[in-house]
């Protein structure tokens, strides 16, 4: 089981290459990176994402981690929903994390915790949140299988765990193609015109066929000690998301 990814992309790299390898893309589109993914996806982001909401617990005092949070999209969501003060939205990068600052300011949400961290070695204590989210940050992530034991360890008893990741299995197969030329052909010309930086979306593109397939992940997760895992996938297979549970 692949519990380590040692790509960059397609290139071959040691942890600290790829570390700094998806530090340098996210730095560098952090400006540009919403408007990106409303193009990117054609705003079908946002149903992936609202799917994401609607197995969130709707409990006002909620105790949320959202990991590799970014520009806060998937935090202030929850707060929306749960009206939760409780809600900490962590990220390893700094410019991701100033764009979501500015984000929460400007909706006027000031009781959110904003927090520079690796989802590989979280400073939180164990069991310390009702719920932990990860919208498509893990495929960024070098030691999976270390990432989900912090989520894991992270977790009350009770907990749910929730990954929302582009899936590099698409269905029917035949799409394939057309996906391809559409990720390869098109992404990273129009990322490169938006954000300045067409070998970013490069990445992301390769990034996506290098990731472990939804049933791998659910091993992995179950492997990271997650019980009762369940997944489900989107929009013809290309996005895949993973539920389950510390118990
Ligand atoms: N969750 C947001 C969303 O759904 O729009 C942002 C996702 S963005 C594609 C991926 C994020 O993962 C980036 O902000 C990046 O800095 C973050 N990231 C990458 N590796 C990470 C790590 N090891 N720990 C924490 N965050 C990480």
């Known amino acids: 089981m692949q519990s380590t990814q040692e790509t960059f992309g397609y290139q071959k790299a040691s942890r600290e290459k790829r570390d700094e390898g998806v530090q340098r893309v996210f730095s560098s589109v952090a400006k540009r990176y919403d408007i990106m993914n409303d193009l990117m996806s054609g705003g079908l982001h946002r149903l992936w994402k609202a799917r994401l909401l609607s197995e969130v617990p709707k409990k006002a005092d909620l105790k949320a981690l959202d990991v590799a949070g970014g520009t806060g999209d998937i935090a202030f969501r929850i707060h929306e929903k749960t009206g939760s003060p409780n809600i900490t939205v962590c990220d390893r990068n700094p410019e991701m994390l100033a764009e979501g600052r500015t984000r929460a300011l400007n909706k006027g949400i000031t009781n959110m915790t904003w927090q520079e961290e690796d989802a590989q070695a979280l400073s939180f204590a164990d069991n310390s949140f009702d719920l932990y989210t990860i919208s498509f940050g893990l495929r960024n992530v070098t030691l999976l299988l270390q990432a989900l034991k912090e989520a894991h360890r992270v977790l009350k008893i009770g907990g749910k765990f929730m990954c929302l990741e582009f899936s590099p299995e698409l269905s029917p197969s035949g799409l394939q193609k057309v996906y391809d030329a559409y990720s390869f052909g098109i992404i990273p010309r129009v990322g ?11 990445y992301l593109a390769e990034s996506i066929r290098v990731f472990p397939k939804p049933e791998a992940l659910a091993t992995l997760m ?21 539920i389950c549970h510390k118990i």
């Open 192 to 202: 490169g015109m938006v954000t300045g930086d067409a070998a970013a979306y490069q």
């Open 222 to 242: 179950r492997e990271a000690g997650f019980s009762c895992v369940r997944y489900e996938t989107m929009t013809f297979g290309t996005v895949a998301l993973h």
